[in-house]
Structures are given as C-alpha cells and as structure tokens.
C-alpha cells in the first residue's frame, strides 16, 4: 500500500460556498505537503478549481451525483 496521503473536498451547492471551500486544498497541502487532494464539485464550477496549485484533481458531476461515491474512493484507493 502507498504512504500517499490523499483527501477529497467535496463541495456541490451553490457558487459562493465552492469559493469559500477552494481554500481548504491549501490549507491541507501545508498542513502535510505530501498529501494530493481531489475536489468534487458541480460541472459549472469545475473550471473555477483547474489548475488550483494544491488540487491534483477535480472530479465534475453533473446531476447524476450516485457516481461520486466510486469514483472518489477508486481514486483515493490508488493514492
């Protein structure tokens, strides 16, 4: 097993708390800067997370939300 560590934000309401929470990868990374850290968010707010430089991934759903769930842990797994 890999000695990565990995977290994921998941924050899929409304513009402003996705703002808000683009803090948090920051936050993480400096808290242990080895930790990759993925976010989920809506499709519409998925560009304003891109090239985020403490965000390794984004993950954009669009309104079919049952699928977070796996392809979260899958990517977790791996890290």
């Known amino acids: ?3 990565r560590r ?3 934000v998941v924050r899929l309401s409304s513009l402003g708390d996705v703002l ?3 803090h948090v ?3 993480l ?7 990759r850290v993925l976010f989920v968010t809506k499709e519409r707010y998925a ?5 985020h430089p403490h965000v390794s991934r984004v993950i954009a759903l669009r309104d079919h939300y049952r699928v977070l769930s796996l392809r979260a842990s899958e990517w977790l797994e791996r890290e």
């Open 1 to 3: 097993m890999s000695s």
């Open 6 to 8: 990995a977290a994921a």
């Open 20 to 22: 808000l929470a683009a």
């Open 25 to 27: 990868p920051s936050f």
């Open 29 to 35: 990374v400096r808290a242990d800067p080895g930790r």
């Open 47 to 51: 560009d304003l997370l891109r090239g």
